[in-house]
């Protein structure tokens, strides 16, 4: 797709891989001011409840701007079995990057909810060592997502697939709402184009893994007339510094 600038590129690649993988895919822009942005994201089967890879990056002359991650598909702060399945032997996989690409400052605490641990939020001048870096972070964390898959085990209990199927549409109810993205997608290819990709290949499930609303799952967004408050947070803190420790434990500050 082409903005209209006539010289930015949009390029959207989208993937399955029965039987684990539900949704592979992959945002990336090109602008001819030396924006770039990749967006990529793994969304496994509801029969697996495997975190979701997610990696955005944007990056400008001057500025990058990183969240590298397994969102975890169920709670971490209160879900110790959880948090030990799925993150404990990856925190020295995030011990290697922690220091290279540090804490990049407030994040609300409405978002932390949807962030693991190994999470590197980061934020730096533009470099191309950090860059290389960069690089590194995601071939490792991809690499660590696709072990997981590779042992990951099939739910047979109906109530266990449905758990999984309604928290991955509720992370996705969430991201699409509050992708940060939105606004430069309609800067560059429009409102409703903006939309469409941010629904239909971004998030894609919001429409059919579930019924609930974005107001359904978060009712403190609700506006007096029904409509939802435009506001990034609504409550609780914002976190400066990394809420885990080095255990993988939610501190809190």
């Known amino acids: 797709m082409q903005a209209f600038d006539g010289k930015t590129n949009l390029y959207m690649l989208a993937y399955e891989a029965p039987p684990k993988i539900r949704l ?56 110790d079995e959880y948090r030990e399945k799925y993150y404990k032997s990856l925190l020295p996989v995030y011990a290697k990057y922690a220091d290279l690409l540090p804490w990049g400052g407030k994040l609300t605490s409405e978002s932390v909810k949807f962030f693991s641990p190994i999470v590197i939020w980061t934020r730096f001048s533009t470099s191309p060592y950090l860059h290389d870096v960069l690089y590194s972070a995601f071939k490792d964390y991809l690499k660590a997502w696709l ?21 991955q549409h509720r992370y996705l109810a969430w991201r699409e709402e509050k992708d940060p993205g939105y606004n430069l997608l309609k800067r560059l290819v429009g409102e409703a184009e903006a939309k469409t990709v941010v629904r ?18 978060f009712p403190e967004y609700r506006c007096e007339d029904g409509t939802i408050n435009e506001k990034r947070s609504m409550m609780g803190k914002s976190f400066e510094r990394c809420p885990w420790n080095s255990r993988g434990e939610f501190i809190g500050s």
């Open 24 to 79: 592979l895919r992959s945002l990336s822009i090109h602008g001819s001011d030396g924006m770039q942005v990749l967006d990529f994201g793994v969304y496994p089967e509801p029969e697996y409840d495997l975190p979701i890879f997610c990696a955005n990056f944007f990056s400008s002359s001057t500025t990058s701007i990183v969240v590298l991650d397994l969102n975890p598909l169920h709670d971490v702060v209160e879900n």
């Open 147 to 167: 072990l997981l898959s590779d042992f990951g085990e099939k739910e047979t209990n109906p109530s266990g697939i449905i758990a999984n199927q309604e928290a």
């Open 200 to 217: 239909n290949f971004l998030f894609q499930g919001v429409n059919t893994l579930g019924t609930k609303s974005f107001l359904d799952y």
